[in-house]
């Protein structure tokens, strides 16, 4: 179980560093985006450009947060003696 914990955890933070350098080639143009839509005065059109921003950077920051905390999890659960929780909570092959 540790493995697959530290594995997922891993590939989690991979998958996420990935969206991360996405978002940072998208930047540029996404703040000359905002900054037209401000000079049109299309500020509907801006609130939906910069909600979609945050949802994305809400998603990548979350991702990461998790996938941590899979590999934190990963480590401390073989070093606890509490079998019973861990094979009611995350299976009888823990």
Known sequence: MKEIMIGSGLFGIVLN???????????E???????????EKNFQQYEVAREQ??????VHAHGMLLSMVTIVVGLLVPSMNCPGLFIVVMGPYS
């Open 17 to 27: 560093s990935f969206r991360a350098l996405m978002m940072g080639l998208r930047h």
């Open 29 to 39: 143009a996404h703040v000359e985006l905002l900054q037209n839509l401000i000079a």
């Open 53 to 58: 921003w945050q949802w994305r950077k809400a």
